[in-house]
């Protein structure tokens, strides 16, 4: 069936998985050696900085090595060929700028940057320097103050969070790609597009947790499956 009308996509670590990035909540993801709570909540940074620290660092150095697959390429093709379209990601990596897609919503942050903890500003800092096992400081302080990971932990408040529900409540074709279904608000989207009135189409590797939610599913690799099905939406 061919997809008309603005479109918004939300994507999540599914999506990087071809690319070499780890996900999350898999067999083999991020949250099976780690817990939660020691790398990726306020709390643990006021705790033990040094270890979130390092932990944040390893996954910025990652971006150097890692490239886009053909569910990015894929992407990038959509937005060309949609009248209208937005694209959410829960992912951190640049994996979709470099991929391709012009302007990205990352609700939980991104990596390639820092935030300063006592301005709140956020720059890009990703010179040799600023990926070692030291802390970085800022520029926008007179005396440098120190910059912490400018990403959304557990118990913080999503970016961008406006836009991203009026995108959404407009949308005509709600797309989520890669995503478990976890972790809210991320994981409510569907429902409020539904409610809205969207077509709701999800692809994953398996059926998540709110699976069900959707109005066509398409289960898969996201860089296997996600470039025909452009091609059949457009080609249709
Ligand atoms: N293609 C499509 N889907 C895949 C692929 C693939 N190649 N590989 C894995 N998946 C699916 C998994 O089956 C799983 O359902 O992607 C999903 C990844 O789920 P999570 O690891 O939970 O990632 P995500 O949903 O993005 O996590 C949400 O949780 O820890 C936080 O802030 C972090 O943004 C993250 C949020």
Same mark, same amino acid.
Request: charged share 25%; net charge negative; glycine share 8%.
């Given at each position: 069936?061919? !997809?008309?009308?603005?479109?918004? =996509?939300? $994507?999540?670590?599914?999506?990087?998985?071809?690319?070499?990035?780890?996900?999350?909540?898999?067999?083999?993801?991020?949250?099976?050696?780690q817990r =939660?709570?020691? @790398?990726?909540?306020?709390?643990?940074? /006021?705790?033990?900085?040094?270890? @979130?620290?390092?932990?944040?660092?390893?996954r910025r150095?990652?971006?150097?090595?890692?490239? +886009?697959?053909?569910?990015?390429?894929?992407?990038?093709?959509?937005?060309?060929?949609?009248?209208?379209?937005?694209?959410?990601?829960?992912?951190?990596?640049?994996?979709?700028?470099?991929?391709?897609?012009?302007?990205? /919503?990352?609700?939980?942050?991104?990596?390639?940057? !820092?935030?300063?903890?006592?301005?709140?500003?956020?720059? =890009?800092?990703?010179?040799?320097?600023?990926?070692?096992?030291?802390?970085? $400081?800022?520029?926008?302080?007179?005396?440098?103050?120190?910059?912490?990971?400018? /990403? @959304?932990?557990?118990?913080?408040? +999503?970016?961008?969070?406006?836009?991203?529900?009026?995108? =959404?409540?407009?949308?005509?074709v709600f797309?989520?790609?890669?995503?478990?279904?976890?972790?809210?608000?991320?994981?409510?989207?569907?429902?409020?597009?539904?409610?809205?009135?969207?077509?709701?189409?999800?692809?994953?590797?398996?059926? +998540?947790?709110?699976?069900?939610?959707?109005?066509?599913?398409? /289960?898969?690799?996201?860089?296997?499956?996600? +470039?025909? !099905?452009?091609?059949?939406?457009?080609?249709?």
């Amino acid at each position: 069936m061919a !997809l008309e009308g603005r479109v918004v =996509v939300l $994507t999540g670590a599914g999506v990087s998985a071809e690319s070499g990035v780890r996900t999350f909540r898999d067999n083999d993801g991020l949250w099976e050696d780690q817990r =939660v709570e020691d @790398v990726a909540t306020p709390e643990a940074w /006021i705790r033990d900085p040094t270890m @979130v620290w390092r932990f944040y660092q390893a996954r910025r150095n990652q971006l150097l090595e890692v490239d +886009p697959n053909p569910a990015h390429f894929a992407l990038a093709e959509l937005e060309s060929k949609a009248e209208s379209f937005t694209l959410i990601t829960q992912n951190v990596d640049d994996l979709h700028e470099r991929g391709g897609n012009s302007s990205v /919503i990352h609700m939980h942050g991104r990596l390639r940057s !820092l935030r300063c903890e006592e301005t709140g500003r956020s720059e =890009v800092r990703m010179e040799r320097g600023d990926l070692g096992a030291d802390f970085v $400081t800022c520029n926008c302080c007179s005396n440098g103050s120190r910059m912490r990971p400018d /990403i @959304v932990w557990f118990g913080e408040i +999503p970016m961008e969070l406006e836009s991203i529900y009026r995108e =959404v409540e407009n949308c005509d074709v709600f797309i989520v790609i890669g995503s478990s279904g976890h972790v809210y608000p991320a994981a409510g989207l569907v429902n409020l597009a539904n409610s809205c009135g969207a077509r709701s189409i999800l692809v994953n590797f398996e059926l +998540p947790i709110n699976g069900r939610d959707f109005d066509e599913v398409h /289960i898969g690799k996201a860089g296997e499956i996600l +470039p025909s !099905l452009v091609d059949v939406w457009f080609d249709s």
